[in-house]
């Protein structure tokens, strides 16, 4: 806009005023933009459109050809609130933060691990607590745990952009916080486990039921409903570890639907629509009392 002002000495009058009028209308241009935020397209649209990755069951998952579950409800509820209808889109875990920066969904709802890392980049509120959870064959013929150095040497398989995935991935400069058990295993001197990511959760369980993956790592719901769902082919051996909040991820500088969520979400708390979700799902024992903007610990 401003790059040609000085060029042109010839006609000074006409360069000011042509400047003036090309300034003021630079600003009308950008209050206009400026003003019309996400929620407001929202709002006008009728809609909130939510990527999420429906093989996490029970948080997000296909039923019928239907995407269902506990993220499911409470973003329903969500929009409620604000007014709006829920529409989710099924898409693979590791694209849905990308594809909220190029703005092709309002927000990402999918079991989202709220950490440092992920902060940077977006802003998360809130609305439930997980570790991660070891799933095994049924009897753990491996004797495997997540508290020792049993996971060493072993294949274990993980989903593809979570946070079990860099457990088991080398520490860099993209991710300082990466690798807790290949550094665990190194430590002990043993051999690193050998990382299996694959595309969504269901492939991660059948590695395991087939025996290309000695174990599972996966959020402590998640896996805890998969191990109750395989008929008594698998189990969780050990607690829980790791424990942190899930965020709903939403672009950064969105402030007004950002604290809209945060809002929806303590009011479904206050009218018990949210208790009434995690006794149906099955999850009440990580449920939230206090959600917030950026929660993560560290």
């Not at 064959?137 to 004797?143: L, Q, R, S, Y």
């Not at 672009?251 to 604290?259: S, T, Y």
Request: glycine share 10%; charged share 25%; hydrophobic share 40%.
């Amino acid at each position: 806009m401003h790059s040609g002002l000085r060029r042109h000495a010839i006609g000074a009058g006409i360069s000011v005023l042509a400047a003036a009028v090309a300034l003021s209308a630079c600003n009308a241009k950008t209050t206009s933009r400026g003003s019309k935020s996400a929620l407001d397209t929202i709002k006008k649209n009728g809609k909130i459109v939510i990527a999420t990755d429906a093989s996490y069951a029970p948080n997000e998952f296909k039923q019928n050809g239907q995407i269902v579950g506990f993220d499911v409800d409470l973003g329903t509820a969500i929009a409620k609130k604000l007014g709006v209808t829920a529409e989710f889109q099924d898409v693979k875990f590791d694209n849905i933060l990308p594809a909220l920066q190029s703005k092709k969904y309002d927000i990402g709802m999918s079991s989202f691990t709220d950490n440092k890392q992920r902060e940077a980049s977006f802003d998360f509120v809130t609305y439930f607590t997980a570790g991660t959870g070891l799933m095994v064959k049924a009897g753990n013929p491996e004797k495997l745990s997540p508290d020792d150095l049993s996971l060493c040497g072993k294949k274990i398989a993980v989903e593809k952009g979570t946070t079990q995935e860099d457990e088991l991935t080398p520490k860099s400069a993209a991710k300082p916080d990466a690798g807790a058990r290949l550094d665990k295993c190194k430590q002990g001197g043993k051999p690193a486990p050998t990382k299996i990511s694959l595309d969504d959760q269901n492939a991660a369980n059948l590695a395991l039921g087939a025996g290309r993956a000695d174990a599972v790592l996966a959020d402590s719901p998640v896996a805890a409903y998969a191990a109750k769902e395989s008929g008594g082919k698998f189990v969780i051996a050990g607690n829980a570890y790791d424990t942190a909040p899930y965020g709903i991820a939403v672009p950064k500088n969105e402030n007004d639907l950002r604290d809209g969520i945060l809002k929806a979400v303590k009011d479904l708390i206050t009218d018990g629509t949210y208790k009434q979700l995690t006794e149906k799902w099955g999850i009440s024992a990580g449920a939230l009392t206090d959600p917030k903007v950026n929660g993560a610990s560290g």
